[in-house]
Nanobody
Framework: VQLQASGGGSVQAGGSLRLSCAAS????????MGWFRQAPGKEREFVAT????????YYADAVKGRFTISRDNAKRTAYLQMNSLQSDDTAVYYC??????WGQGTLVTVSS
């Protein structure tokens, strides 16, 4: 499966963005989907993941209550709704399909 992330941009603190991760090839519904992020000078870190059918979601403590992961298997797309953005959320965001399939990153910049 090939993954294409989009939706990044620049936003002021307190604002919102929605990231999308569109899949082509493979069988999207067979994959857990996840979002990770990498801030400048830091290692890539887990943000959120969602089960194949979408019933189960898991979040890093840093984003719990502010971010929501979802998926639409008919559209072969996963989403990350990010609300109440903070400067610490500034990073390149990557989607992951299963354990091996990374999308390219999309940059999120939050200014205070």
């Amino acid at each position: 499966v090939q993954l294409q992330a989009s939706g990044g941009g620049s936003v002021q603190a307190g604002g919102s963005l929605r990231l999308s991760c569109a899949a082509s090839g493979g069988t999207f519904r067979n994959y857990y989907m996840g979002w990770f992020r990498q801030a400048p000078g830091k290692e890539r870190e887990f943000v959120a993941t969602i089960t194949r059918g979408g019933q189960g979601t898991y979040y890093a403590d840093a984003v719990k209550g502010r971010f929501t992961i979802s998926r639409d298997n008919a559209k072969r797309t996963a989403y990350l709704q990010m609300n109440s953005l903070q400067s610490d959320d500034t990073a390149v965001y990557y989607c992951l399909g299963g354990r091996l399939h990374w999308g390219q990153g999309t940059l999120v910049t939050v200014s205070s």
